[in-house]
């Protein structure tokens, strides 16, 4: 055993861990068994996530907030429940800027929609500019793109050095007065890039600046404090952190949520309505029209539930030591080149590489027939793949139940593919 895979011995049980996931027990292609490099896209759920869906189907199917009859009081218990759940895990200060939405897509669709209808001092208009980056997933870039298109706001954006960085050295002309809003990833999910959050939010709060944080890919992986970023919005979505999918959360600042207007209208999101006018109920539900991702939030409010019996900083800490003993091994293979940071300092549990002039999907083809499955593509960022002049990229991204063991079977499956290519 290597010093680096030593390293990883007692973070976390990955043994015990790995026996909570059904689908990692799974065999394909005459009996090889799943190595699941993955989790980036989504995570795997652990049976008691699954068991928290099927109980709530099973006992207390209903619909929230309405009815008075047992089940229904139950069943909106159990949904509020998953608020006040994800409130103490994201470090909320109130419950009730937690806001459901059905993923991280949606919670950056509403913040960009509701600062295209606001009135003064947030409304976004063809006076002023939105700031995002070119490592974005196309979720935080397409919903500012339509916003500016409607509005005749400018778009401006921050680019990416060699090794996979932000390039801030031009932030004072990119963030200016007439900056209505940054939104920007807390970690790329093609890079693996953890972005200085610091530095950028300092520079937007400095000209009045509203900032949104898409941490979809760091609300799994690291302790996620929202009062500690400052940051005004901050989405991520549950089938990423061993919750189901179809449910997303928006945290926002509560003054915010009180000043700025719907997106979306119909029940459960109104105080009065006549045929002249409607009247809005506070935040969340101001936001939550319609029957909500009831079971689904429930499912989430388990994840919660599961990740912080483990622990985030120990989960963190496992991922760091896995991606540091994977940056290890790939960068031995010949003519692997890693798209970003090639050191675990800064940088997240997804790794992105191409495999000399093999395209990426060839790559993933035959590594899925050795029962490795990994991520091949342009992975909804198509402008990084752009900026470093590659058409896509074979990404492998880790978890909490990621082993070394699971590297070596990627290493090895890439030598398979240098051998199957010549």
Not at 106 to 119: F, H, K, P, Q
Not at 185 to 193: C, P, Q, R, Y
Not at 319 to 346: H, N, Q, S
Not at 390 to 416: K, N, Q, W
């Amino acid at each position: 055993m290597t010093d680096a895979r030593q390293g990883l011995s007692g973070l976390l049980d990955t043994e015990a861990i790995r026996k909570d996931f059904p689908l990692l027990d799974r065999t394909v292609h005459d009996g090889k068994k799943v190595v699941y490099l993955d989790s980036a896209a989504t995570s795997q759920k652990p049976r008691q996530v699954l068991d928290a869906l099927n109980t709530y189907y099973e006992r207390h199917n209903a619909n929230v907030h309405r009815g008075v009859y047992t089940i229904a009081e139950e069943a909106t218990a159990l949904y509020e429940g998953a608020r006040d759940k994800v409130a103490a895990f994201i470090n909320a200060p109130s419950r009730d800027e937690v806001i459901f939405t059905k993923n991280a897509s949606e919670s950056l669709n509403l913040v960009a929609n509701m600062l295209g209808w606001a009135d003064e001092p947030y409304r976004v208009d063809r006076d002023t500019e939105i700031v995002t980056t070119e490592m974005e997933h196309h979720s935080n870039i397409v919903p500012w793109q339509l916003l500016a298109q409607r509005t005749g706001a400018k778009l401006k954006w921050f680019g990416i050095t060699d090794d996979g960085r932000l390039d801030l050295s031009n932030i004072d002309e990119i963030i200016t007065e007439k900056t209505k809003i940054v939104s920007f990833t807390l970690v790329s999910n093609i890079l693996g890039t953890v972005n200085p959050v610091e530095q950028i939010i300092r520079r937007a709060q400095q000209v009045g600046a509203l900032v949104c944080i898409d941490a979809s890919q760091a609300a799994p992986h690291m302790v996620l404090d929202v009062q500690a970023l400052q940051a005004d919005f901050v989405a991520f979505t549950g089938h990423k952190m061993v919750g189901p999918t179809g449910i997303g959360v928006l945290w926002g600042r509560q003054e915010l949520l009180e000043d700025l207007p719907p997106f979306l209208g119909g029940g459960e999101m109104i105080e009065t309505v006549s045929m002249h006018s409607s009247t809005y109920a506070p935040a969340p539900h101001k936001f939550e029209a319609g029957t909500p991702p009831i079971a689904q939030a429930v499912g989430l409010g388990a994840a919660v539930d599961y990740l912080t019996s483990i622990g985030m900083e120990k989960i963190h800490q496992h991922e760091k030591a896995i991606t540091e003993y994977a940056l290890k091994r790939l960068l031995e293979v010949p003519d692997l080149r890693i798209i970003g940071p090639t050191t675990a300092e800064d940088r997240g549990a997804a790794i992105s590489f191409t495999l000399g002039d093999i395209h990426p999907h060839d790559v993933g083809q035959v590594l899925d027939e050795q029962g490795v499955a990994v991520r091949v593509g342009h992975h909804c960022a198509r402008p990084v793949c752009l900026r470093y002049g590659i058409p896509a990229t074979t990404r492998a991204s880790f978890y909490l139940y990621s082993t070394p063991a699971e590297v070596d079977a990627l290493v090895d499956g890439l030598e398979h593919v240098r051998n199957f290519f010549g």
